[in-house]
């Protein structure tokens, strides 16, 4: 029961973050509003682990390899293609491609970790990817998509489940807290010249409330609260942990129905039931009379 509680708050925040970075991008450009997001959120978390707390482990020679790939898969190439590719394809392009990591994630698993995917599984990735697809079907009448964007939003989804199965091999020993500080403070570094060479004609910066609010979300609820949380599904399952995206539109028509006065539709609807019998099947939600 626990569990199902931490999947479906991870996956509530998990879905806010789509709102912030909307309410950011009135301020700011893309890559400069995600960089800033990671280069603020890392000066805190190094102050908090190694300054003010000073019990935390430094990383050993044998586990900085590990947290330069993470900083890379998880910050640097999904976070920053992610918020690139938002430039160049629709909202609903976008959250369907989020529904993909599960996939991934099951069959890099079975190869590299030889960990079972059973057919339950199987069938509730289905029944959920089915409900999403229902749900999105009309962004691709309604909607621009470029070609050039579906390539780099596939790239920035390959990444996070490269990320996801690596962190499960690798297993490291260090607390969250550490993993997660090394991780943002290295993907943001490098994302500092990408945003450079690909933003330096058109970026712009309003610091105004639009951009205050949606930094203060964006660091302390997603990339420190959220990322925690999400280190502590992944060392329990990661195909398991995975599946809990497929709610994340779900949860992101609720917000943006509140937030930004987005109707909930007939397709939404059954979208959800779709999903959440999806997750029930995969064992993900468990019913316990």
């Known amino acids: 029961m626990m569990k199902t509680v931490l999947g479906l708050f991870f996956t509530l925040l998990w879905s806010s973050a789509a709102i912030a970075t909307k309410l950011g991008l009135h301020s700011t450009t893309p890559l400069v509003l995600a960089t800033s997001r990671f280069l603020i959120a890392a000066a805190l978390l190094f102050c908090y682990v190694y300054l003010f707390q000073k019990k935390y482990p430094w990383p050993k020679s044998q586990e900085w390899r590990p947290l330069i790939v993470l900083g890379l898969l998880n910050t640097t190439i999904y976070l920053g293609a992610t918020f690139w590719a938002l430039n160049y394809v629709s909202a609903g392009l976008f959250n369907l491609f989020v529904t993909t990591n599960p996939f991934v994630v099951a069959i890099l698993s079975s190869i590299w970790l030889k960990r079972k995917v059973s057919l339950k599984e199987w069938i509730g990735m289905i029944v959920a990817a089915l409900g999403l697809v229902i749900a999105i079907w009309p962004s691709f009448t309604s909607d621009e998509v470029t070609l050039y964007g579906v390539v780099i939003l596939g790239i920035g989804m390959v990444s996070m489940a490269v990320g996801s199965v690596y962190f499960n091999k690798v297993n490291l020993k260090l607390p ?28 712009f910066l309003i610091l105004d409330h639009h951009l205050f609010l949606s930094l203060i979300w964006l660091v302390f609820v997603i990339s420190i609260g959220t990322m925690l949380l999400w280190f502590y599904l992944l060392k329990q399952d990661a195909v398991r942990a995975n599946n809990w995206l ?19 539709t007939l397709l939404n609807i059954t979208a959800t039931l779709f999903v959440v019998s999806g997750l029930l099947i995969s064992g993900n939600i468990a019913i316990r009379k």
């Open 176 to 203: 969250s807290i550490v993993i997660n500080t090394w991780q943002v403070s290295i993907g943001g570094v490098v994302l500092i010249p990408i945003t450079y060479i690909l933003e330096k004609g058109n970026a």
């Open 246 to 264: 497929f709610m994340t539109p779900i949860f992101g028509y609720v917000l943006a129905s509140i937030f930004l006065n987005e109707p909930i």
